[in-house]
Structures are given as structure tokens and as C-alpha cells.
Nanobody
């Protein structure tokens, strides 16, 4: 079993920045993928960004150019740096980790972009 704990969410004004963190613990494998998804009220959970075992990053079109995903393998932690935040970025952000053959999810952290 793997536990994921997100942190870094909160309230930010439009144009501001936030850095989300996701720390993994438990039965950690050295080969894994991690990423972030988000879910706004009344909407489905959508991909934000993922980073592969080799460090290859993938972004949704809605955040491309504004967000950067990274990982620190020594700390078993993934990060999502979000800049130029917009009200439409408001959602619960979930950390995701895949290590064969299972997917794991964090409990979510709220990001609210509002003036």
C-alpha cells in the first residue's frame, strides 16, 4: 500500500502562484509515474500534468505554459508549480501515483483562485 499526502493548496488571487507537493510513503517502488488531476464542482476529474519514471512531463492544454511538474526521487515527492492562476483553475487537486500494477490517489487539496 502507498499513501499520498498533498499540501500547498489554498486561496490565491488571479495571477498568483501556488506550489503543490505530494509526498509518498509506504510500499514505495523505485519505478513509478506521478501526476496531478483536478476536479471542479459538478465536473469530472481531469488531467493536469504527469511525469514519467524517466522525467518526461505531460501537461493538459489548459495549464501548458503556466505549470511545471517535477519530482524528487530521494524524497518520494512530486511538485506542481502553478503560475498565472485563473479563476477557472479553482478545483480540488489530487495527486496520483502509478507503480505497477496499481494506481494510488491522495485525498485532495483545495485550490481557490478568487479576488
Amino acid at each position: 500500500q502507498v499513501q499520498l499526502v498533498e499540501s500547498g493548496g489554498g486561496l490565491v488571487q488571479p495571477g498568483g502562484s501556488l506550489r503543490l507537493s505530494c509526498a509518498a510513503s509506504g510500499n514505495i517502488f523505485s519505478i513509478y509515474h506521478m501526476g496531478w488531476y483536478r476536479q471542479a464542482p459538478g465536473k469530472q476529474r481531469d488531467l493536469v500534468a504527469t511525469i514519467s519514471n524517466t522525467g518526461l512531463a505531460n501537461y493538459s492544454d489548459s495549464v501548458k505554459g503556466r505549470c511545471t511538474i517535477s519530482r524528487d526521487d530521494a524524497k518520494n515527492t512530486a511538485y506542481l508549480q502553478m503560475n498565472s492562476l485563473k479563476p477557472e483553475d479553482t478545483a480540488v487537486y489530487y495527486c496520483w501515483r502509478y507503480q505497477r500494477p496499481y494506481d494510488y490517489w491522495g485525498q485532495g487539496t483545495q485550490v481557490t483562485v478568487s479576488s
